[in-house]
Structure formats: C-alpha cells, structure tokens
C-alpha cells in the first residue's frame, strides 16, 4: 500500500489519535448483539447432511451500531449510545457489556414489545485459536419501526444529549431505530450545533444529505446508484458522484479487497488500496471500524485523506481477528510504523 497509494507516518497517526481522545460521540443506530460459537466439526449428523459441531466457545460482543460506539471507545474517544433493545435477557448483557467497555447507556432505551437483534455466528473446522470458517449464520431481527411513544423518547434524549457532544454517528442495518422521525429530529440539530456527522447506513443514502461524512459499502453505493462499479477507477467516479447526489463533504465507498475509494470536497479523489496482508480471519464489523475511525480522526484534525488511511489501517487491524473487534490508538499507530517507515 506505501507505494502505490496515500500513506501516514506514525508521528502524524499518533498526533492525530491523541488530539481526538477524550472528543464526544453518539451513536444512533441500531443495537446488535454479535453472538459467536467456536468449534470443531467432528462428524456428519445422521439427521441430516450436515456437520455436528462440538462447542469449545461461546463469545458475545456489540455489534452494529455498539461496535460503532466500543471501536469509538477504544481510540479513547467519550461514547454514548442511542437506540433501542428489548427488556429481554440478552439487552441485559450487551448493557453490561457496553459498560464494561466504558459506553455510556442513558441512551439505550428498552421496549417490552421488541427483541434484541441478535446476529448468532457459528464457526467450525481448524483448531480451537484459529477456526477456518463459518458454517451458519442466525438471525434474530426486527425490521419494523419503533412504536411512535418509543420514537418520542429518543428524539428527547437526542435533543438534550446533541448539546453536549462532539460528533454523531448514524450506524443504521434498517432494524427500525433509525425512523424518518428520528433522523428528521437528529439530522438538523446535529448540523447546526456543528457536529461531525458519519453515515454507515444501508437502504436510501439521500437522507444524509445533513452529514459530514458517508461510508457506504460497495453494494450499498451499487444500489443508491442504480449501476454496477465495474474497476476501481469507478469506485472513485461512483464516490463523486455519491457526494454530489446526497450533498455530503465526503464519501469513502468501502470495496473490501479493492480498498477503498475517497471523494472529498476538500482535498479530491483517493484510491486508498486495502492495507491487509495474510489471512483474513473474520471480515465482519470491518465496517463499523472504518466509520468510528473516519470519525474520531476527522474529530482529532485530520483530513478525510488522512482519515481515509488510518481507517484502512484499522481495518487492517480487526480483520484479522475472529469475530467484530476493537481497535486502539497504539495498534494504529503501530500498523502505520510497520508499512510506512
């Protein structure tokens, strides 16, 4: 990546982080517990054919937009959280979680009528420290909007909390937090007190025209723009072109091997090649890694370029670990030193 695209230096990368510790953040969205079992396939059932897997672990982390909100706390950066849970077990333990991880939770509001969203991961194959692959994925999702007095409750806390923070990330996978009515209270208080404002969202990308920043996936610019991305010299059509449609400052379309393609207002066009060498053990929550550390830089002075790298680094970091993970500062740090010395 150092010779072929945009590079960072580890004085700057550190500059940067250490300016954006301590900044302010919310993150809207929605709330997913990320559930992992880890084990060996050790025969064909009887039943059917399939693998019997015998369990050696059980793991459970914030996902979506919580692993927005613990990606965020690791770089050192004030977090709360926004959005909605069941009064359920499982809200229990990504409550605890987050605050384990020093997320506050005055924001996560519960719902008797819903259910957690739980994305359940099932892993199989290798040894116990390195599984070769996933076999299953479960879903436990609901796609409706909250209830109307729900919507109200957030939009009041959104109000109050918007006054006293730094940046406000919107982490949407249209599991029915991130309704017409709370973007529309969100959107235009955030702007106007000055935030730096991340979209990481699927669906209708045009109701950010409000932020900052958006960090659409390949196929989520695919669909916005009714078209194919067909090279990476594409990407970075696609991406200007995002930006002008929606009227954000930036957009950083994600392209998964490819890198990483940069449209900004100040600044221009960036391919930003993938920064990941070896095996990727686990590509998800790349995402949510890349829209907290877009934020936290650009909070700390960076430019989108450089933002843009440092995300990449990041990235680079969490791939290689199984299941959604948190990156730090020092690790950043650490990847900019080794591929750009």
């Known amino acids: 990546m150092g010779a072929s695209g945009p590079t960072i230096d580890s004085e700057r990368a550190a500059e940067i ?52 909100a613990t990606n965020l706390g690791g770089l050192g950066c004030d977090v709360a959280v926004a ?47 390195r599984p070769q692959s996933m076999i299953a994925r479960v879903d436990t999702l609901e796609r409706s909007a909250v209830k ?15 006054t006293e923070t730094d940046a406000l990330v919107i982490s949407d996978y249209e599991a029915g937090v991130v309704s017409p009515s709370i973007l ?18 699927h669906g209708d990308l045009t ?12 196929p989520e610019a695919e669909a916005e723009l009714g078209r194919e991305i067909t090279s990476t010299a594409d990407a970075l059509v696609a991406a200007c072109e995002l930006r002008q449609l929606v009227g954000v400052e930036a957009v950083l379309v994600t392209l998964g091997a490819a890198g990483m393609a940069l449209d900004a207002a100040t600044g221009g066009r960036q391919l930003i090649p993938a920064a990941v060498e070896g095996r990727v053990a686990d590509p ?35 791939v290689r670990q199984l299941g959604v993970a948190v990156v730090s500062a020092e690790e950043i740090v650490r990847e900019a030193h080794e591929l750009f010395a």
Do not use: C
């Open 148 to 162: 109307p007095e729900t919507a109200d409750r957030m939009t009041s806390y959104l109000a109050s909390a918007l």
């Open 284 to 318: 998800s929550g790349a995402g949510d890694t890349v829209a907290a550390t877009m934020t936290a830089s650009i909070l700390g002075g960076a430019s989108p370029g450089e933002a843009a790298v440092l995300a990449s680094l990041a990235a680079r970091v969490v």
């Open 17 to 68: 982080l250490e300016r954006s510790a301590g900044k302010r953040a919310i993150v809207l969205g929605d709330m997913v517990v990320d559930e992992h079992i880890i084990g060996s396939a050790t025969r064909l059932s009887r039943e059917a054919p399939l693998p019997v897997i015998e369990q050696h672990e059980r793991r459970l982390v914030p996902g979506a937009a919580t692993n927005v």
């Open 83 to 129: 959005g909605v849970v069941g009064a359920d077990a499982m809200a229990d333990r990504l409550r605890d979680e987050l605050v384990r991880r020093g997320v506050r939770t005055d924001g996560l509001l519960r719902d008797p009528d819903r259910v957690t969203a739980v994305k359940l991961r099932i892993w199989a194959g290798g040894d116990r420290q």
């Open 207 to 218: 109701r950010f025209g409000d932020a900052t920043i958006l960090t659409p996936n390949q």
């Open 184 to 201: 529309d209270a969100a959107l235009p208080a955030a702007r106007a007190a000055g935030l730096v404002i991340t979209a990481d969202a």
